[in-house]
């Protein structure tokens, strides 16, 4: 199947510091990505979806100002989380969506923040 | 909206027994897609099978199977003898044109396989 990268693996921060999570779509293009979060013991919830080119949709109670994605190429889509605090530690999953239908996740990057 | 129920939240079998994982879903779209996830500890997610809504049929791949029932919603998985490397939480997942093709996981159920 199609491989999805992310980047980096694991970060840790300090609390009111940024950090910017990559997703990448190695061999295909996606023109949407869907990015995910999932707390310890946890399913995994949506919390938005990027589109190339435009602006991301986010799910209720997910803060757009907090969590900016851009979406700037077919194979590219970024997350930021602003001034990070300890309760967005998380684990944070990306997903590419192909022209025909299917999705491939990332490995994931397990955010602690301190 | 769409629903995915995982009700068994832990099962613990011991090596060799089958297992059954159940799922049942809810959805408003006559066209969509389940899927099945195995979760390893080091929780990177495991594609293990995708059925879109128009194909019934009951797969087999090696120790696995699903049973697909559109009749009871449901999208159960077995594993069959099972093994300790088979432990993980296994998700299943419905995607539609109503979730934007978004994946909509259940709860998940761990399994625990002992030896």
């Known amino acids: 199947g199609a491989v999805v990268s992310q980047h980096p693996s694991r970060v840790i921060c300090k609390s009111g510091t940024s950090v910017k999570i990559e997703c990448r779509s190695l061999d295909f293009q996606a023109t949407t990505m869907f990015w995910y979060r999932q707390f310890p013991k946890q399913s995994l919830m949506l919390m938005a979806t990027s589109n190339e080119g435009s602006k991301a949709t986010y799910e209720q109670g997910v803060e757009k100002d907090k969590f900016l994605i851009n979406h700037a190429s077919l194979t590219l889509s970024t997350l930021t989380v602003t001034s990070a605090h300890p309760e967005d530690s998380s684990f944070y999953i990306c997903s590419a969506r192909t022209g025909m239908n299917e999705q491939f996740f990332g490995p994931g990057t397990r955010l602690t923040v301190l | 909206a769409q629903k995915v129920t995982q009700a068994q939240t832990e099962i613990s079998v011991v090596e060799k027994e089958d297992v059954t994982l159940d799922c049942v879903y809810e959805?408003?779209?006559?066209?969509?897609?389940l899927f099945w996830y195995k979760q390893p500890p080091s929780g990177e997610l495991v594609f293990l099978i995708r059925r879109n809504s128009f194909d019934e049929q009951n797969e087999i791949s090696g120790r696995y199977s699903w049973n697909f029932q559109k009749s009871t919603s449901s999208f159960n998985f077995t594993i069959t003898a099972s093994q300790v490397v088979d432990s993980a939480v296994y998700f299943c997942a419905l995607s539609d044109r109503d979730s934007g093709y978004a994946l909509n996981f259940g709860k998940g159920t761990s399994l625990l396989v002992t030896p």
């Open positions: 959805t408003r779209d006559t066209t969509y897609y």
